[in-house]
């Protein structure tokens, strides 16, 4: 199961982003627009952090077994949670398991740096509208995603010898903000908000690694910030 082979796929639809109801095990992709350009049904297979190269079966996920997240159980496991392991190596363990659960295609959705592997069913270029709910819950998901990252973030920033590690996620959220400010909250009220976010992360760098407690106290006030908007 080639994933660059999907990518290609969705390249083709002019696609620049997606809305995803994991609970529901429903995806859509959006143009630069924000038009629906192509849906389908989700499984997830693999989750794979950025932070400390590791991956989790995502049955195995506490989260996604709370909200009845469908899933793919890989049918050969040794353990819950891999260890020690590359992007690269997470994506050809979630292409076997999908393959093997009869997926269409496999999907990396990306979450700044890390990434959640979906096994991709029923998969239509279409169009269609979006519901109020599925608006809603692209907001909250923007939301919520910020609001990990900074906390994700200030943890490892926690450790002054992982500074170094924690200015360079920050480079990556903020490229990852970017990419929301362009295409995902565009027309959204958040928009300006995220702007703003990403002029602090460029400060918070600047500050670092000399300044890592003053840093600290500024991402503990921007998420408090970003929790009130949910």
């Known amino acids: 199961m080639n994933l660059e082979k999907f990518r290609e796929l969705l390249d083709s639809l002019a696609v620049k ?23 389908a049904d989700v499984k997830a297979v693999i ?16 989260q996604f077994q709370d909200a009845e997240v469908p899933v ?28 093997a659960a009869g997926a269409e295609y496999l999907y990396r959705a990306a979450n700044g740096a890390n990434g959640l592997y979906l096994a991709v069913y029923n998969f239509k270029a279409e169009s269609y509208e979006l519901s109020p709910d599925e608006i809603l819950r692209k907001r909250k998901s923007s939301i919520g995603y910020i609001i990990q990252m900074i ?9 002054k010898r992982r500074v ?17 400010i362009e295409f995902v909250l565009k027309g ?3 928009k300006e908000e995220a702007a703003k976010l ?6 918070w760098v600047g500050m670092l690694p000399d300044q890592r407690k003053d840093v600290l106290a500024f ?12």
């Open 17 to 39: 982003s997606y809305g995803i109801n994991l609970a529901g095990g429903k995806i859509h992709w959006t143009d630069a627009a924000g038009t629906v350009v192509a849906h």
């Open 47 to 62: 989750s794979w952090a950025a932070t400390n190269n590791s991956a989790m079966w995502a049955y195995a996920i506490g």
């Open 72 to 99: 793919v159980k890989p049918e050969i496991l040794n353990s819950e949670q891999i260890g020690n392991i590359l992007d690269v190596q997470a994506a050809e363990f979630a292409a076997k398991a999908a393959e």
């Open 151 to 159: 906390g994700s973030i200030s943890e490892i920033l926690n450790n």
């Open 164 to 180: 170094d590690e924690a200015s360079k996620l920050l480079q990556h959220f903020s490229d990852a903000l970017n990419q929301q």
């Open 188 to 190: 959204d009220d958040l």
């Open 198 to 203: 990403q002029k602090s992360i460029a400060a």
């Open 219 to 230: 991402m503990k006030q921007a998420a408090s910030k970003w929790q009130r908007m949910i």
